[in-house]
């Protein structure tokens, strides 16, 4: 998800993301296997919802979704914000993060999120706030708390990502080309 090349440190939250990632997913497999065929996982597993896989393993999963839901409030709170803690999360911010992990589509659009985040009439929303605020949306849009959760956890560090070149590149690299020139 992150460049190797990145200087500014998100690269650090991504690896700490994956890890969490990893470690909520080795209790499922396991809990899977023991209790269904062997053939049977296979199949089911792609279809199952985040709710579904936290009720299938209990208690496991919560602490681990939640640990990595909030590294990335924290490091989304940092983003674009040199003088951030860490602890608050602007609406811009919050946008700039569902976007991301594609949580705004044609179903949450960015004027709901805009008109549930000053509902709580705050311009900087804590975690516990931010939480509500998330409840309130989903309530609202009638989408599973959890699934919004775990794509918002999962989509990886802050910053531009699947971004094209410009047409003004291919312009630039064809007038540059040394190759190209007769003399």
């Given at each position: 998800m992150a460049d190797e090349n990145q200087q500014n440190g998100t690269d650090v939250v991504d690896k700490v993301a994956?890890?969490?990632?990893?470690?909520?997913l080795d209790p499922k497999d396991a809990t899977v296997g023991a209790t269904a065929a062997p053939v049977a996982p296979k199949t089911p597993e792609p279809t199952k919802t985040a709710t579904e896989a936290t009720e299938a393993?209990?208690?496991?999963?919560?602490?681990?979704?939640?640990a990595a839901f909030k590294e990335q409030f924290r490091a989304f709170s940092k983003f674009g914000d040199?003088?951030?803690?860490?602890?608050?999360?602007?609406?811009?911010?919050?946008?700039?993060?569902?976007?991301?992990?594609?949580?705004?589509?044609?179903?949450?659009t960015t004027t709901d999120t805009g008109i549930h985040f000053k509902k709580l009439k705050s311009m900087k929303l804590t975690y516990d706030d931010y939480s509500k605020f998330l409840e309130d949306l989903a309530?609202?849009?009638?989408?599973?708390?959890?699934?919004?959760?775990?794509?918002?956890?999962?989509?990886?560090?802050?910053?531009?990502?699947?971004?094209?070149?410009?047409?003004?590149?291919?312009?630039?690299a064809r007038l540059t080309d040394t190759s190209k020139y007769t003399g």
């Open positions: 994956v890890e969490v990632a990893e470690i909520a393993n209990g208690a496991t999963a919560k602490p681990a979704s939640t040199t003088k951030s803690d860490g602890k608050h999360l602007t609406l811009s911010q919050s946008d700039k993060w569902m976007k991301q992990a594609k949580v705004i589509d044609k179903k949450i309530k609202t849009k009638k989408v599973e708390l959890e699934e919004i959760k775990s794509k918002m956890a999962n989509c990886g560090a802050p910053g531009v990502h699947n971004a094209t070149p410009g047409k003004a590149a291919d312009t630039v």
